[in-house]
């Protein structure tokens, strides 16, 4: 079992900054893949930059890239996202999520999709007020 708690959502105005935390506990050796996904109301869950914990390989989704970084430090177990630049659109709670990779062409990888994930953290809120 793996436990991902997230911390650091909050309020911004348009154009700020915040950054947010994840830690990790638990087996997480078992774990390949680190991502943030998020979930606006009414809307599906969406993945928003995934981590391959093995090599540190990173990936963003399009409406995110430049904005947003993902990393990792290994020696405390915990995943960030630093959000910059932010808009309205980025409004949404976001959650850390933990799993295996895929394959494609003996290629490993981490997937945006929400069903590759096992393991969820609670969620935190991130409100962006023009």
């Known amino acids: 079992q793996v436990q991902l708690v997230e911390s650091g959502g909050g309020s911004v105005e348009a154009g700020g900054s915040l950054r947010l935390s994840c830690a990790a506990s638990?087996?997480?050796?078992?774990?390949?893949?680190m991502a943030w996904f998020r979930q606006a109301p009414g809307k599906e869950r969406e993945g928003v930059a995934t981590n391959y914990v093995v090599s540190g390989t990173t990936a963003y989704a399009d409406s995110v890239k430049g904005r947003f970084t993902i990393s990792r430090d290994k020696a405390k177990n915990t995943l960030y996202l630093q959000m910059n630049s932010l808009n309205p659109e980025d409004t949404a709670q976001y959650y850390c999520?933990?799993?295996?990779?895929?394959?494609?062409?003996?290629?490993?990888?981490?997937?945006?999709?929400?069903?590759?994930?096992?393991?969820w953290g609670q969620g935190t809120q991130v409100t962006v007020s023009s």
């Open positions: 638990g087996s997480t050796d078992s774990i390949s893949c």
């Open positions: 999520a933990a799993g295996g990779a895929r394959v494609n062409n003996r290629i490993r990888y981490c997937s945006f999709g929400r069903y590759d994930y096992l393991y």
